[in-house]
């Protein structure tokens, strides 16, 4: 058995994190009495997806219907010989996995060991591992949720609950847990996620979900969101509406470079508002460059152009000059990207 554990919060310590620390336990011997006492029930395991390249979208092994202990080494059956879950009753070998040092001494004379088809024996000592991550502090979640993993994967079973700003604590298994996860999720490539988030005032909700994958045809339980923000339900949804919006006036956009370029400016009148609710308003300051502003070097395409639309608090059309404030700020904006890309000016000659 192996002990250790990372401090997650050396290299960028925040404040609000007050412990970040990973902890595992690996080579855990697996119980497993039922087995012990009556032997494995080996039937065949493995997968069949829709994706990857066309000779690995199929594979087959063998692995103990109770506990998941596989083999060494566990056989690579023909798919389509051996269903996925029926009992395996075929040949096993006695001979045991190459190591790896005498994999590497064939290997070094030419020889390739053939890829060993049929499963050899179980293994003697049956081990796995548990880990946890923990955070006390700041955490970046509020919700809980359970994962319940496929025939392939690492990680057969994990878990985390989120606390905010209280913390969040995750765990998961390796190798342990195949009893649950040959019962709920015996084939296919997908891992199954089941639990809930809040976020931004809404309450999300997975069941039985593919982990990583939204489909159109997925049933309506299996996902859904709904607002716990209580001013949806009192005042309504908020909606955005440009309300007005200035004429396009000219402006000139000089670069600490010394080059200027002709530029419109104009500013929007937005406005937010709740159903029934009060309305507030803002102004949306935009540039446009026809030729656009360079702000990063091209090898192939020539040098990028530019155009943006953001909010500058304090620019209405009340404010004289501003197309100038506008023309300075896109200017600002530019300098930065400019400074981000490492934009290196046209020199005379080139020009
Ligand atoms: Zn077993």
Same mark, same amino acid.
């Given at each position: 058995?192996?002990?250790?554990?990372?401090?997650?919060?050396?290299?960028?310590?925040?404040?609000?994190?007050?412990?970040?620390?990973?902890?595992?336990?690996?080579?855990?011997?697996?119980?497993?009495?039922?087995?012990?006492?009556?032997?494995?029930?080996?039937?065949?395991?493995?997968?069949?997806?829709?994706?990857?390249?066309?000779?690995?979208?199929?594979?087959?092994?063998?692995?103990?219907?109770?506990?998941?202990?596989?083999?060494?080494?566990?056989?690579?059956?023909?798919?389509?010989?051996?269903?996925?879950?029926?009992?395996?009753?075929?040949?096993?070998?006695?001979?045991?996995?190459?190591?790896?040092?005498?994999?590497?001494?064939?290997?070094?004379?030419?020889?390739?060991?053939?890829?060993?088809?049929?499963?050899?024996?179980?293994?003697?000592?049956?081990?796995?591992?548990?880990?946890?991550?923990?955070?006390?502090?700041?955490?970046?979640?509020?919700?809980?949720?359970?994962?319940?993993?496929?025939?392939?994967?690492?990680?057969?079973?994990?878990?985390?609950?989120?606390?905010?700003?209280?913390?969040?604590?995750?765990?998961?298994?390796?190798?342990?847990?195949?009893?649950?996860?040959?019962?709920?999720?015996?084939?296919?490539?997908?891992? @199954?996620?089941? +639990?809930?988030?809040?976020?931004?005032?809404?309450?999300? =909700? &997975?069941?039985? *979900?593919?982990?990583?994958?939204? #489909?159109?045809?997925?049933?309506?339980?299996?996902?859904?969101?709904?607002?716990?923000?209580?001013?949806?339900?009192?005042?309504?949804?908020?909606?955005?509406?440009?309300?007005?919006?200035?004429?396009?006036?000219?402006?000139?956009?000089?670069?600490?470079?010394?080059?200027?370029?002709?530029?419109?400016?104009?500013?929007?009148?937005?406005?937010?508002? @709740?159903?029934? +609710?009060?309305?507030?308003?803002?102004?949306?300051?935009? =540039? &446009?460059?026809? *030729?656009?502003?360079?702000?990063? #070097?091209?090898?192939?395409?020539?040098?990028?152009?530019?155009?943006?639309?953001?909010?500058?608090?304090?620019?209405?059309?009340?404010?004289?000059?501003?197309?100038?404030?506008?023309?300075?700020?896109?200017?600002?904006?530019?300098?930065?990207?400019?400074?981000?890309?490492?934009?290196?000016?046209?020199?005379?000659?080139?020009?």
């Amino acid at each position: 058995m192996h002990r250790f554990t990372i401090d997650r919060n050396k290299d960028r310590r925040d404040p609000r994190v007050l412990l970040h620390r990973s902890f595992y336990l690996s080579d855990l011997p697996r119980l497993m009495l039922a087995c012990r006492l009556t032997g494995h029930r080996p039937v065949v395991d493995g997968y069949d997806s829709k994706y990857g390249p066309e000779e690995q979208r199929r594979a087959r092994w063998v692995a103990c219907d109770r506990c998941g202990v596989r083999p060494e080494p566990q056989g690579h059956l023909d798919p389509d010989e051996w269903n996925l879950g029926q009992p395996y009753t075929g040949p096993t070998v006695t001979a045991r996995r190459l190591s790896p040092i005498v994999v590497k001494q064939l290997a070094r004379k030419g020889i390739t060991p053939r890829l060993q088809t049929e499963p050899g024996p179980w293994p003697a000592r049956p081990e796995g591992s548990l880990g946890a991550e923990l955070v006390i502090g700041r955490a970046h979640t509020i919700g809980a949720q359970i994962k319940v993993g496929n025939p392939g994967s690492e990680q057969v079973l994990a878990g985390h609950i989120g606390l905010g700003p209280l913390g969040a604590l995750f765990v998961h298994s390796e190798r342990f847990g195949t009893w649950v996860q040959r019962r709920l999720n015996p084939t296919g490539h997908q891992s @199954r996620e089941t +639990g809930f988030s809040i976020f931004h005032g809404r309450l999300s =909700w &997975d069941l039985w *979900a593919k982990r990583g994958e939204w #489909n159109a045809s997925d049933p309506k339980w299996m996902h859904g969101s709904v607002s716990i923000d209580p001013r949806d339900h009192l005042l309504g949804p908020t909606r955005n509406r440009k309300v007005s919006e200035t004429e396009k006036v000219p402006a000139v956009v000089r670069m600490p470079e010394g080059d200027t370029h002709d530029v419109t400016v104009h500013l929007e009148q937005w406005e937010t508002r @709740r159903t029934r +609710g009060r309305a507030t308003t803002y102004w949306m300051a935009e =540039w &446009d460059c026809k *030729a656009g502003i360079p702000v990063r #070097n091209h090898d192939w395409k020539g040098d990028a152009t530019y155009s943006c639309s953001w909010h500058i608090e304090g620019v209405t059309p009340d404010t004289d000059r501003w197309p100038h404030i506008i023309a300075a700020a896109a200017a600002e904006q530019c300098t930065r990207d400019r400074a981000r890309y490492n934009y290196r000016a046209p020199s005379k000659e080139d020009a």
